[in-house]
Nanobody, 115 residues
Framework: QVQLVESGGGLVQPGGSVRLSCAASGSILSINVMGWFRQAPGKQREWVAS???????NYADSVKGRFTISRDNGKNTVYLQMNSLKPEDTAVYYC?????????WGQGTQVTVSS
């Protein structure tokens, strides 16, 4: 079983940028689709972006044009570059495979967008 550890979150001002990392304990080379999700206070967890092993990316409408997902199979890591951040992007961010496996959820990393 792969273990996923998210990092890179923090407090950022509106309009700012942050890059999240998702490090896998094992190889992700054989994992076709990796994704980022987020959960804001009082809301359900939602899908944010995903990337296939071939590099095809897909984004939720709310982040399209502002976020970029990428993966480095050699480092077993998936990234989420977040630009032009808005207060409504405040959430705990998680990564997982797709289709989601419940046992793969990590602790997530908190991103707070506030002045």
């Amino acid at each position: 079983q792969v273990q996923l550890v998210e990092s890179g979150g923090g407090l950022v001002q509106p309009g700012g940028s942050v890059r999240l990392s998702c490090a896998a304990s094992g190889s992700i080379l054989s994992i076709n689709v990796m994704g980022w999700f987020r959960q804001a206070p009082g809301k359900q967890r939602e899908w944010v972006a995903s990337i296939t092993s071939g590099g095809y990316q897909n984004y939720a409408d709310s982040v399209k044009g502002r976020f970029t997902i990428s993966r480095d199979n050699g480092k077993n890591t998936v990234y989420l570059q977040m630009n032009s951040l808005k207060p409504e992007d405040t959430a705990v961010y998680y990564c997982n495979v797709l289709p989601v496996r419940r046992g793969y959820w990590g602790q997530g990393t908190q991103v707070t967008v506030s002045s």
